[in-house]
């Protein structure tokens, strides 16, 4: 991506989300032309109990137009399978639910299932921290992570704003985990949206989570297109050149005009940002083009 040859090949692509939250085959399809138009080589794909779809025939349309698989489990999750909790039954669920879902990764041909799979999104513990937790979890993520191994699919882990969990909001959260799992196919994904809440600075937060890096969901302050917002993206650029780093950066909003804009309110979006994907991930790609061309 540089003259200099310092940074080797990033690998854009975006979550469905920027397009819409349900989906048929066709809908797939569509995402899936409109992703290649864009020259996107990676769609995540959000999962849940709600979502319903042709896993081979994803397999096979995407592999027709190159483009990788990821998954999130971003439809209808039950709040009680959640691998942190006290109640055994509740992780026992909160296991076999992500084993379902690696599942469906494998049978997509999805080489990745990424989240915050450590808890459970919407659930916010604000009474005292429970020293267990770390270890309750990190022994859920090693068995997720070697189930996922035997199916060829990589997990990978977010920490997300204190807004949506109690359990990993930081780098440093994110980098216990992985030690306390202890597993290679365990990886992390830095979301810029999330740790805007949580960081006092991204570029070292980056630095942070590089070595186990998978991706970066890339948006601004607002869930905007990447350069409507205040992050800073030119140190953020120079920070993945200097790295060296290689990986998936991923295009992420919700969607504003779908479903009327229900969709987008629905999760608590309520400005018009991501009007429309195609206008949303030219504008983003164009931007760090750019940034990264400089470097």
């Known amino acids: 991506m540089t003259s200099s040859g310092k940074q080797a090949h990033l690998k854009f692509g975006a979550h469905i989300y920027v397009w819409q939250d349900r989906y048929t085959d066709d809908d797939l399809l569509r995402i899936l032309d409109s992703s290649a138009r864009l020259g996107l080589e990676i769609l995540e794909v959000g999962i849940g109990d709600d979502i319903k779809f042709d896993a081979d025939a994803l397999a096979q349309e995407s592999r027709a137009r190159n483009i990788e698989l990821a998954m999130s489990p971003g439809g209808v999750w039950p709040m009680n399978c959640d691998i942190s909790l006290k109640d055994e039954n509740d992780r026992l669920a909160g296991i076999a639910w992500h084993k379902r879902a690696i599942d469906t990764c494998a049978e997509c041909g999805a080489t990745t299932y990424a989240g915050a799979i450590y808890g459970h999104p919407g659930r916010v513990s604000r009474g005292p921290a429970d020293p267990d937790e ?131 309110r629905e999760r608590g979006m309520f400005h018009n940002v991501c009007p429309d994907a195609e206008a949303f991930i030219s504008a983003s790609m164009k931007k760090l083009q750019t940034l990264f061309n400089a470097c």
Request: charged share 20%; aromatic share 10%.
């Open 134 to 264: 770390p270890k309750r979890v990190a022994d859920g993520l090693r068995e997720l992570a070697e189930y996922g191994a035997q199916r060829n699919v990589r997990l990978a882990i977010e920490p997300m704003s204190h807004f949506r969990t109690h359990v990993a909001n930081t780098p440093r959260q994110i980098n216990t985990l992985l030690a306390l799992a202890d597993h290679p196919n365990l990886y992390s994904l830095m979301d810029t949206y999330h740790l805007t809440t949580e960081v006092p600075d991204l570029t070292q937060a980056l630095v942070e989570m590089h070595p186990r890096l998978w991706g970066i969901h890339a948006c601004e302050n607002t869930r905007g297109a990447v350069g409507t917002g205040f992050l800073p993206w030119p140190d953020l650029a120079k920070k993945l050149v200097a790295l060296q780093w290689n990986g998936y950066i991923g295009f992420e909003a919700y969607n504003s005009s779908w479903r009327g804009g229900a969709f987008a």
